[in-house]
């Protein structure tokens, strides 16, 4: 184990995988030369050159495209859009040519590839270089989508969706990259759709996703060392596929749900994972569930407004006491 | 039998002309019986007919290799069989049966042969060039000498994802080849009317540092040469072209345009210019028979009806499609 950053684990999750796989390739904005706007993907270029990690102009339609049609013909491309707000320039790669192409050609087509971007708030951005919009890409069929929260994660998740069959979008979270945490040496590669245990308490069940993880989990520290509750916190790590299982074992055990989404509320994921709870497991709930979401706004860009507007430790917190009464 | 060439200077010689006109022959005739299909109601949704534009995609089709690969857009037929994918295929997939290229679940604008290098028709304008460059992005860094051909219309133009594609190809010097069709209206509208310059994509060459090239796309003959050379320059390493053909579409935009917004005189002008008898009088003149040009007709006319009763025989879709292949695993599973 060696303590690496976020950041640092993007780039050795992806050069174990360009090392292994000389079909594996690399293109986006500033990733190369520049080793990316977040310093994610230093040291590539120099690692694998100029055909392998390919600097492109500000072109997001043609990235995504060019990623596309080098999987239709055997690469496993890794393309990077900036910021995830900006998937709205190249939606139409994403959800009509990316998600539906195997389907519609009945087979015929392989789309391994993996889009990774910079997802989600708190570094005072704006409403446009913010959003959280992990629930746009899991309401479309056909694409996979995973949001790690940790350093050890990135790494085993990214040569995961690397090596996936399928078109993968990673969400990192911007607010994450500096977060250090322990990383398996050598190779390591995780499974797609599995969730993660992190605490395990009997009282309540809070399921949260990329940053919204360590909040939870410092909410539930807090809950237990100041009232005395015992909250499970699940990672869920990857939308789709989906890990009803651990959501509904965990559930079932402590009859109590907790969602806690950084996404603005309008079909957030936690709006999905509430309709199958209540769906499936209505009678081992003892209480309604409850979402902890950004409100249904665009976010604001400074650090006061933006702190109330995100879930934080302290509105996690109070919510949940609230709601136990 | 076939004669020999009458006219000296053929750079074309006979095998590629009758492989030409064959291919012409066969795009005209698959598309006569989709349009007749329509009115029977044996094809239902939209379908966007190629009447007219053939001379392109037997130019562009019979100079490709077998390993090339090519994208065009919903419409689509014709470049599909120029590929070499079946007729009963393509009709099988416009009436919605299971011996469709797509099992029925593409449909008219979808059409896919893989296994042929027919990469798709893409329904979303524009979105297909940036994927051509992925593939040619292969071919460039594999080094294994394939060419990527994209094909599109007039309207593409204007469309983002254009300039995104022509402009990053030339800064990556990608073996690709983008082709547009100027059938001289968008949909319904003239594209002069929305356009800037006279010549949609030959006249923006210049903005991404490549040649002005317009060819006449009605004779097949020029299209065919203009392919070669932009495939030579691809395979070459040096980097895309972007070529303008000048063509008509017999019929409207799609299933539902009867093309009334066009003046007469244009129609009747374009229709006199039909590429077909064009390229078949020019066969006579090149001494070839008019026995193995109706030999040709002939063929491709039996192909075409024994490929409609086949389609037309064919069961629907097998259920079990609709929840197959969302995923590599065959599935459709989001979660467990």
């Known amino acids: ?325 | 039998m076939a004669k020999k060439p009458t006219r000296k200077n053929d750079d074309i010689g006979e095998d590629i002309r009758l492989a030409l006109y064959r291919t012409q022959q066969e795009v005209r005739q698959v598309e006569k019986r989709a349009y007749d299909l329509f009115l029977q109601n044996m094809i239902k949704g939209t379908s966007h007919l190629c009447i007219g534009q053939e001379a392109i995609a037997a130019g562009f089709g019979v100079a490709m290799k077998p390993g090339d690969w090519s994208f065009c857009t919903y419409r689509g037929h014709g470049h599909t069989l120029a590929r070499g994918a079946s007729m009963t295929g393509v009709l099988g997939e416009l009436m919605g049966r299971d011996c469709g290229l797509l099992g029925g679940k593409g449909g008219s604008m979808h059409l896919t042969d893989v296994t042929k290098g027919a990469m798709g028709s893409y329904a979303i304008i524009g979105a297909h060039l940036p994927i051509a460059m992925g593939a040619a992005w292969k071919a460039q860094y594999k080094k294994t000498g394939e060419v990527s051909v994209c094909f599109f219309g007039d309207g593409t133009t204007n469309i983002g994802a254009f300039h995104e594609a022509v402009s990053m190809s030339a800064v990556w010097k990608l073996p690709v080849v983008f082709v547009c069709e100027n059938n001289l209206y968008m949909e319904y509208t003239a594209i002069g009317d929305v356009t800037p310059v006279k010549n949609p994509a030959a006249d923006r060459a210049s903005a991404y540092g490549l040649p002005s090239i317009i060819v006449d796309g009605n004779d097949a003959d020029a299209v065919y040469r203009v392919a070669q050379e932009a495939f030579a320059k691809a395979r070459a390493g040096d980097g895309p072209s972007l070529i303008e053909c000048k063509t008509y579409r017999h019929h409207g935009h799609s299933r539902a345009d009867p093309g009334k917004y066009r003046p007469d005189a244009e129609v009747k002008e374009w229709i006199a210019k039909d590429p077909i008898p064009f390229y078949r009088q020019r066969m006579l003149d090149f001494g070839i028979s008019e026995e193995a040009i109706k030999t040709i007709e002939d063929d491709v006319a039996k192909a075409v009806n024994a490929a409609t009763e086949e389609s037309k025989n064919a069961p629907p879709p097998s259920e079990d499609l609709i929840l197959k292949d969302v995923w590599a695993d065959g599935g459709w599973a989001w979660r467990n």
């Open chain 1, 1 to 325: 184990m060696a303590e690496l950053t976020y950041r640092d684990a993007v780039a050795q999750g992806i050069a174990q995988e360009m090392e292994r796989d000389e079909d594996v390739v690399f293109l986006g904005e500033d990733i190369g030369a520049a080793g990316g706007v977040f310093k994610a993907t230093v040291g590539l270029l120099d690692q694998f050159g100029p055909t392998r990690v390919r600097d492109t102009p500000i072109a997001e339609q043609a990235i995504l495209g060019t990623a596309m049609g080098a999987a239709m013909v055997g690469l496993k491309p890794i393309a990077e859009i900036m910021f995830s707000d900006f998937f709205a320039v190249c939606w139409d790669i994403v959800a009509n040519e990316i998600a539906k192409t195997r389907y519609m050609t009945n087979g015929q087509v392989s789309l391994p590839l993996v889009i990774r971007t910079a997802n989600g708030g708190g570094l005072r951005f704006g409403a446009q270089h913010s959003q959280s919009i992990e629930n746009w890409a899991m309401m479309i069929p056909g694409l996979k989508v995973v949001a790690p929260s940790s350093p050890a994660d990135v790494k085993g998740l990214l040569a995961a969706a690397i090596r996936d069959p399928d078109p993968v979008i990673f969400f990192e979270h911007k607010a994450l990259y500096p977060v250090k945490g322990e990383v398996p040496d050598g190779e390591y590669v995780d499974k797609l759709g599995e969730a993660k245990v992190l605490v395990q308490g009997d009282d309540l069940t809070i399921v949260a996703l990329a940053n919204m993880v360590p909040r939870a989990v410092e909410a539930a520290q807090r809950l237990k060392d100041e009232h005395g509750i015992h909250a499970t916190v699940v990672d869920l790590r990857s939308l789709v596929p989906l890990d009803t299982q651990t959501i509904f074992r965990e559930v079932s055990k402590t009859g109590r749900l907790f969602t806690v989404e950084e996404n603005p509320r309008l079909c957030g994921w936690g709006a999905e994972i509430s309709s199958l709870v209540s769906e499936e497991l209505f009678w081992d709930l003892d209480a309604p569930i409850t979402r902890i979401t950004t409100p249904h706004i665009p976010l604001p860009a400074a650090d006061h407004l933006e702190d109330m507007t995100i879930p934080s430790v302290d509105r996690i917190t109070d919510r949940i006491l609230k709601s136990l009464g």
